[in-house]
Every structure is written in C-alpha cells, then in structure tokens.
C-alpha cells in the first residue's frame, strides 16, 4: 500500500514534468526581430512571392533541411525574395519545423514586419530571414542585440576568466565541426555550478568567417552581459549564449540549483543503479528523472520571462567585428618606416584630405592591407604614454558605422592615426556633386541615415566611452565598398588636449552651418548638440543642398529654414533631391523630414536622443511629436528666437578632401567654413 501511494505523486510528477517539457520545446521562445529596407505593397507581386518563400520554409521537413539549415528563392527580379532558416544545432528536426511554422506567421504579422522588404526574427530554437537581397554564404554580422539576465553573479572577477575560456573553447570546437558551425558545454564555475555555454553560426558561411562572425560577438561581453548570470549577442550569421542553467539539450544536465546560485544543485544520479525485478528501480528512477526535471522545466519559465522583460529594455545596435579584445599600446603600435613605406613616405599624390588635425594619406602595406593614414599636426599637448591610453580607447570603439582605428605611429614629434581605407571617400563628395548624387538613390540614401544614427548611439549610450562628437557633417561620413556609412573623427576630441584659457587653440570645434545654437553661442555642449547636427544632415542628405552654402534666390537663406517654410506649408516633399521625386517612398521621405526637423529644433531639451531616433526609424507604429521652428542661419549669423548673435569667424584651417576618380581641380571639394572656438565655456 505505502509502495502504491508513493508511486501516485511520483507518476504526477512525471506526468507534469514531461507536459512542462513539451509544452516549452513545442512553443518556440520569441527572442527579437528587425524590420529593414523598404516597404512592399500590399497584393503586389513581392508579397505573393514572400508568401510563396514563407510557405515554402514552413514546410521544409528533414529531406532538404541539412544540419538545420534551409534555404530558398522566389520570383525575378525586382521582385525576388530570398529566404533561409537556421535551426539551434542540437534541437529535434520536429522542434525545428514547430519553429519554422510559427517563424513564417508570425514575422509578417502586425507586431512584427507586415510590409518590410527584409526581415529577421529569432527564437531560441531558430532563425528566420528573407530579404529583396542576396546575402546568402556571406558572414553578415549585423543587425544584432544584447540580451542579458538581471542577475549579476557573486564573484564576477573569478567569473569572466572562465567564461572566457569555456567561449573560447566552444569556438574552436565549431569552427572544427564541419558543416555544424555549432558546439555547446560547460564549465565549472563552482565546486557545486557550472556555467553552460553555446556557439553556433549559420552553416552557409565558412569556418574562418564563422571564427571571425563569434570572436567578435564575444568581444562585446563587456558592454552586454559583464558579471551577469547569463547572456547573448545574437546576429545574422552567428551567436553565443551562456547562462548558469543547462538550457541546450546537447549539453548532459546538472540539475539547477532551486535558487541560482545560492543553493547547491543535487548531485547528478548515479550511473550504475541495476535493475530490481520487484520495481524499486522504477520507482527510483522516476524520482531521479521527473523532480529535477520539473525544476528544470519552471526555472526556464521563470527565465523566459525574465529574457522578455529585459528584451524590452534594450536597444538595437548594430556592431562591427573585431579579431580580438585589444589589450594594450603595444599590439596596436606600428613602425614608423613600415608606415612611411606604406605612402610612398607621404607623397602629395597619396594625399585623401588636409584638416585642423592633420593630412589624411592613402597607404599600402607589405601585404596589401590598404589604410588611411591621418598625419597628426604638432599640436596635441600630449605626452606619449598620455596618447598611448587614448589611442587604445579609441580603438576599442568597435562599431560598424564607426571608422575603425587599426593602430598608431609615434617617432619623435611625428603622431600617426592608421585607419580602415574608405574606398568611397566621403558622403559630401556623393551628395553635392550633380553626377555622383545620382548613384545615391532612396534605400542607400535612407541605410545611410540609419547607420549615421546607429553609430551615434553607440558613441553617446552603448560604447566604453561616453563620446561627443561636436564637428559631424558630410565629410566626416565615410562610405565603406557597399556605401555603408562610417563616422569618422569621433576621437579627436579625446586625442587632443585643449587649454580653455588659451586664444591660440588650433582645435576644429565646430562646422558652420552643422552647430546648435547652445554650443555656438555660449559653448555649451552636450549629446543633444550632435543630434541637433544629425538633424542638419538628414536634411542635406534627403535635399542634396548643402546647409552651410544654401541660398535660394528671393527666399529662404539656408537649409533649415527653407525645410520649415515646407513643412508649415505641408509641402515638405519639395524638400526632396529632384532625382528621388519619383522613386522614393513617399513615407519614408516624410517620416525623414519630420525626424530631421525633430532634431534640429533650437531648445535643447525638445530634440529626441539617439536612442528614440533609432526607434523612431525603425518602428512606424511609433508616433511622432510634432518639431517646433529650429535656429535659422543666415548672412553668416545665427538667428534664434531670441535674437541674432553674430558669433563665427572663418578659420584658416580647410577641410579637403580628394577624389581620386578625377585628376583635375574639379575633384577636390573644400569646406571653407570649418571654426574654432573663440568664447570659453
């Protein structure tokens, strides 16, 4: 009888245990999506194709789904759609089907990308994405997120090393699995928990871009998950995940402390039980199994919610890979002569561009890396271990709308910065020259403004420094091979040390034209100074006037307040570049405007933060407020609504910037309205 009344709760307990189990590994885990490019139509030829790829990779079952991952295409262009799905490498092919279903419903729903052109959307089982673009078998590393547990653990500085080394680990083994690109384990964090830990990238890319795509995800655990009990980067073509729980079904489970990670977890069962004729091993064994597993089963709910309440407090971002952690000055240092070889020892003809802080070279090294070499002026009141530790904090700045900084030169008096090389130039030399803007039609136009913006953030919220831009305009925008955009001069601040009671400062401070009207005016700086600058280039790039040489004949007197005439007389669309009229969507266009407006509204405190801009360009459900009037520029004055100041001098210093598709004077454009600072702050 007392056998019979145990064996009653035990058999609930597996009963609600395997329900638990079930019900978790049938529902996919909703964890993030993007919605990106531009919007379809509805019962356009696009849909019908993207309903066609959706219902095709729903559908999918083992024979064509090959070490979770399938892939198709639908239509002609312009109308082609492309799509892929990627399963967690140690998930049932029926756990991964349950997740391609609910993926293709549900990422065409109104709460998550009803009309996009691209799209992405993980779960913890799996991926999903379509796009009107190839990207197949290339490593695509953005866009991405952090998710983070809120729990920080007890001992972080015992931590992260063996964290470190269990990613680490888990990398080579994926990058050694063949066509899985994927590996899970743990380690021992304590004598009585252990961190598990899994790495996977998509199995159409190959080992060194998968080795690449994870190494530096990983480098982003400071800024994600430092000291937290659990974490994830995730992108396109790789992520990483780590918690303090078993959560991947490859990994051989430890059961879970009932309160992570205060109270020991039982002892894992013995593997040398033997069978008993009479049921006791049964009965055992139905204890061992279902109470660990019922725990199990509540603390991934428990953590589950957990995840969804965090994922609502983090924002996009968008990352750039990085090799490895940087360390110190000394794997960053370069020698002088290796550099001077690079640019044929500065020859005129390898000049890109001449500003306040130094001339700008092309370079080739010994084994045909290209880079930029910016040639510091004498001027930065530095000493050397000083520009040392600057530089390496600059370089850590790794983003993707991020000009990258691969090291520097010191010899002497000679300071050397060594950047990525920008085979594009600059955005100016596109968006004002009358033949080249023609190249920049709406969707680069509009990924330029995105990624300007996702860069911004990064600088003001998300990197190890808090940056302040302070001189952003369209030449401090460079445009990688797929014209993606990149933010340069976003260290200078830093890497130059300015006496304020000094007159004789030779440090560019500002653009005219690009400058809030606080910081002009009273020196007053903040993240909402480069916001109000954003909102200046949105409107020069959505009109392809520059802000700072604007003049319409018997009108408006610059860029700003000939976008506000248009906007309180409800033609803002006139605004637009005459080459996009046509071909741009119209939405978008207007949501632009209204944005660029937003940003550069004269009080402080109405502009939006990155943070809301980027929500702003992502999300259309999100409503916007309505801008009041910016500060006019005119007749080398500001006018604001209190009065006009007249403020500004020309420096002597010009920015220039070569293009070297052109060999006559033509191809060089020149700011002439660079200043310095002439008030204290």
Same mark, same amino acid.
């Given at each position: 009888?007392?056998?019979?009344?145990?064996?009653?709760?035990?058999?609930?307990?597996?009963?609600? =245990?395997? #329900?638990?189990?079930?019900?978790?590994?049938?529902?996919?885990?909703?964890?993030?999506?993007?919605?990106?490019?531009?919007?379809?139509?509805?019962?356009?030829?696009?849909?019908?194709?993207?309903?066609?790829?959706?219902?095709?990779?729903?559908?999918?079952?083992?024979?064509?789904?090959?070490?979770?991952?399938?892939?198709?295409?639908?239509?002609?262009?312009?109308?082609?759609?492309?799509?892929?799905?990627?399963?967690?490498?140690?998930?049932?092919?029926?756990?991964?089907? @349950?997740?391609?279903?609910?993926?293709? $419903?549900?990422? *065409?729903?109104?709460?998550?990308?009803?009309?996009?052109?691209?799209?992405?959307?993980?779960?913890?089982?799996?991926?999903?994405?379509?796009?009107?673009?190839?990207?197949?078998?290339?490593?695509?590393? =953005?866009?991405?997120?952090?998710?983070?547990?809120?729990?920080?653990?007890?001992?972080?500085?015992?931590?992260?090393?063996?964290?470190?080394?269990?990613?680490?680990?888990?990398?080579?083994?994926?990058?050694?699995?063949?066509? !899985?690109?994927?590996?899970?384990?743990?380690?021992?964090?304590?004598?009585?928990?252990?961190?598990?830990?899994?790495?996977?990238?998509?199995?159409?890319?190959?080992?060194?871009?998968?080795?690449?795509?994870?190494? %530096?995800?990983?480098?982003?655990?400071?800024?994600?998950?430092?000291?937290?009990?659990?974490?994830?980067? *995730?992108?396109?073509?790789?992520?990483?995940?780590?918690?303090?729980?078993?959560?991947?079904?490859?990994?051989?489970?430890?059961?879970?402390?009932?309160?992570?990670?205060?109270?020991?977890?039982?002892?894992?069962?013995? @593997?040398?039980?033997?069978?008993?004729?009479?049921?006791?091993?049964?009965?055992?064994?139905?204890?061992?199994?279902?109470?660990?597993?019922?725990?199990?089963?509540?603390?991934?709910?428990?953590?589950?919610?957990?995840?969804?309440?965090?994922? $609502?407090? /983090?924002?996009?971002?968008?990352?750039?890979?990085?090799?490895?952690? *940087?360390?110190?000055?000394? =794997?960053?240092?370069?020698?002088?002569?290796?550099?001077?070889?690079?640019?044929?020892?500065?020859?005129?003809?390898?000049?890109?561009?001449?500003?306040?802080?130094?001339?700008?070279?092309?370079?080739?090294?010994?084994?045909?890396?290209?880079?930029?070499?910016?040639?510091?002026?004498?001027?930065? %009141?530095?000493?050397?271990?000083?520009? $040392?530790?600057?530089?390496?904090?600059?370089?850590?700045?790794?983003?993707?709308?991020?000009?990258?900084?691969?090291?520097?030169?010191?010899?002497?008096?000679?300071?050397?910065?060594?950047?990525?090389?920008?085979?594009?130039?600059?955005?100016?030399?596109?968006?004002?020259?009358?033949? $080249?803007?023609?190249?920049?039609?709406?969707?680069?136009?509009?990924?330029?403004?995105?990624?300007?913006?996702?860069?911004?953030?990064?600088? /003001?919220?998300?990197?190890?420094?808090?940056?302040?831009?302070?001189?952003?305009?369209?030449?401090?925008?460079?445009?990688?091979?797929?014209?993606?955009?990149?933010?340069?001069?976003? %260290?200078?601040?830093?890497?130059?040390?300015?006496?304020?009671?000094?007159?004789?400062?030779?440090?560019?401070?500002?653009?005219?034209?690009?400058?809030?009207?606080?910081?002009?005016?009273?020196?007053?700086?903040?993240?909402?100074?480069?916001?109000?600058?954003?909102?200046?280039?949105?409107?020069?790039?959505?009109?392809?006037?520059?802000? &700072?040489?604007?003049?319409?004949?018997?009108?408006?007197?610059? !860029?700003?307040?000939?976008?506000?005439?248009?906007?309180?007389?409800?033609?803002?669309?006139?605004?637009?570049?005459?080459?996009?009229?046509?071909?741009?969507?119209?939405?978008?266009?207007?949501?632009?405007? /209204?944005?660029?407006?937003?940003?550069?509204?004269?009080?402080?405190?109405?502009?939006?933060?990155?943070?809301?801009?980027?929500?702003?360009?992502?999300?259309?459900?999100?409503?916007?407020?309505?801008?009041?009037?910016?500060?006019?520029?005119?007749?080398?004055?500001? /006018?604001?609504?209190?009065? #006009?100041?007249?403020?500004?001098?020309?420096?002597?210093?010009?920015?220039? !910037?070569?293009?070297?598709?052109?060999?006559? @004077?033509?191809?060089?454009?020149? &700011?002439?309205?660079?200043?310095?600072?002439?008030?204290?702050?």
């Amino acid at each position: 009888m007392d056998c019979f009344n145990l064996s009653i709760p035990i058999l609930y307990l597996f009963f609600l =245990s395997s #329900t638990l189990i079930q019900f978790t590994t049938a529902q996919p885990t909703y964890s993030y999506h993007f919605c990106l490019g531009s919007n379809y139509t509805n019962n356009s030829t696009f849909q019908k194709n993207l309903n066609l790829l959706l219902t095709s990779i729903s559908s999918a079952n083992t024979s064509v789904v090959r070490n979770g991952y399938y892939n198709a295409t639908v239509g002609k262009t312009p109308d082609s759609v492309y799509g892929s799905l990627q399963c967690r490498g140690d998930i049932s092919s029926e756990d991964c089907q @349950s997740c391609a279903k609910t993926a293709a $419903k549900d990422i *065409i729903t109104d709460e998550r990308c009803p009309i996009s052109r691209q799209a992405i959307i993980w779960y913890d089982e799996c991926m999903l994405r379509y796009s009107n673009q190839y990207y197949f078998n290339s490593m695509q590393d =953005s866009p991405g997120v952090y998710l983070s547990n809120v729990n920080n653990v007890t001992d972080p500085d015992k931590f992260n090393p063996i964290l470190a080394d269990l990613l680490n680990d888990l990398v080579s083994k994926a990058i050694s699995s063949g066509s !899985l690109n994927f590996a899970a384990g743990d380690a021992s964090f304590t004598s009585f928990q252990k961190v598990y830990g899994l790495v996977q990238c998509t199995v159409d890319i190959s080992s060194s871009n998968c080795n690449r795509c994870l190494l %530096g995800a990983i480098s982003e655990l400071p800024n994600c998950c430092d000291g937290k009990q659990g974490g994830r980067v *995730i992108r396109p073509s790789c992520n990483f995940r780590y918690e303090l729980y078993p959560f991947a079904q490859s990994v051989t489970p430890s059961p879970p402390p009932l309160s992570p990670p205060r109270v020991p977890a039982s002892p894992p069962p013995s @593997s040398t039980t033997t069978p008993s004729p009479n049921g006791e091993k049964s009965s055992k064994l139905a204890i061992i199994i279902s109470i660990p597993s019922v725990i199990g089963a509540l603390a991934a709910i428990t953590l589950f919610w957990v995840f969804r309440f965090r994922r $609502k407090k /983090h924002r996009t971002r968008r990352l750039d890979v990085v090799d490895d952690e *940087i360390q110190s000055a000394e =794997s960053l240092q370069l020698n002088f002569r290796t550099v001077s070889a690079a640019t044929d020892n500065f020859a005129e003809v390898n000049k890109l561009g001449e500003g306040g802080f130094g001339c700008v070279y092309k370079g080739t090294l010994a084994d045909g890396q290209k880079i930029a070499v910016k040639r510091l002026s004498q001027h930065s %009141g530095q000493g050397e271990q000083e520009f $040392k530790n600057e530089v390496v904090l600059v370089a850590k700045l790794q983003h993707r709308n991020l000009a990258r900084l691969l090291g520097f030169c010191l010899d002497g008096e000679e300071k050397l910065l060594i950047y990525e090389f920008m085979p594009n130039a600059s955005l100016d030399q596109f968006l004002f020259d009358p033949v $080249k803007r023609t190249y920049l039609d709406w969707e680069t136009r509009y990924k330029i403004i995105g990624g300007i913006a996702r860069g911004l953030l990064y600088l /003001h919220e998300d990197s190890r420094l808090k940056i302040i831009h302070r001189d952003l305009k369209a030449s401090n925008i460079l445009l990688d091979a797929d014209m993606n955009p990149k933010i340069s001069d976003f %260290g200078m601040a830093r890497l130059f040390v300015v006496d304020q009671t000094q007159a004789n400062t030779n440090r560019i401070v500002g653009t005219y034209g690009y400058m809030s009207p606080e910081y002009a005016m009273h020196g007053q700086f903040s993240v909402k100074s480069d916001v109000f600058s954003f909102g200046v280039l949105i409107l020069e790039i959505l009109s392809g006037k520059k802000s &700072n040489c604007f003049y319409e004949p018997g009108g408006a007197q610059d !860029l700003l307040s000939y976008a506000w005439t248009h906007w309180k007389n409800e033609s803002a669309l006139e605004l637009l570049d005459p080459t996009l009229k046509d071909t741009c969507s119209k939405s978008e266009a207007m949501r632009c405007i /209204h944005i660029g407006l937003l940003c550069a509204q004269d009080n402080v405190a109405d502009r939006p933060t990155m943070a809301t801009v980027v929500l702003m360009l992502n999300s259309y459900s999100m409503g916007l407020d309505l801008p009041s009037a910016p500060a006019f520029f005119s007749d080398g004055a500001r /006018h604001t609504k209190t009065g #006009t100041a007249p403020i500004f001098r020309e420096s002597e210093e010009q920015v220039i !910037l070569k293009d070297e598709s052109r060999s006559d @004077s033509a191809a060089w454009s020149v &700011n002439e309205n660079s200043i310095t600072e002439l008030y204290p702050r």
